[in-house]
């Protein structure tokens, strides 16, 4: 059973940090190319970041250069997202993907983020 479950977030002040934790099972996690994606409310889901496999190469959209590290520990099928000086206008909930060409596209539950002060 394919599962991507993912936590950390949570209510942070503005300038906070968060990291989000993406376990991944069911599949070779390994071989898939891991990305990030945000949902704000009435917005439509949008790209975050996205790390490659093997390599680890990352690539970010715009507003999370620099604020935004992604990481994966493929020893324990499991994704991260640190995310550094927040704002309000990251509040969002974010997810996590896992897809592989030919094999599967799978995505996690999301997990809320609010900033807030």
């Known amino acids: 059973q394919v599962q991507l479950v993912e936590s950390g977030g949570g209510l942070v002040h503005p300038a906070g940090s968060l990291t989000l934790s993406c376990p991944a099972s069911?599949?070779?996690?390994?071989?898939?190319?891991i990305r990030w994606y945000r949902q704000a409310p009435g917005k439509e889901r949008e790209f975050v970041a996205i790390i490659n496999p093997p390599s680890g190469a990352t690539n970010y959209v715009d507003f999370a250069k620099g604020r935004f590290t992604a990481s994966r520990d493929n020893a324990k099928n499991t994704a991260f997202l640190q995310m550094n000086s927040l704002k309000p206008e990251d509040t969002a909930v974010y997810y996590c993907?896992?897809?592989?060409?030919?094999?599967?596209?799978?995505w996690g539950q999301g997990t809320q983020v609010t900033v807030s002060a």
């Open positions: 069911g599949f070779t996690f390994s071989r898939y190319t």
């Open positions: 993907n896992a897809r592989a060409t030919g094999s599967g596209d799978y």
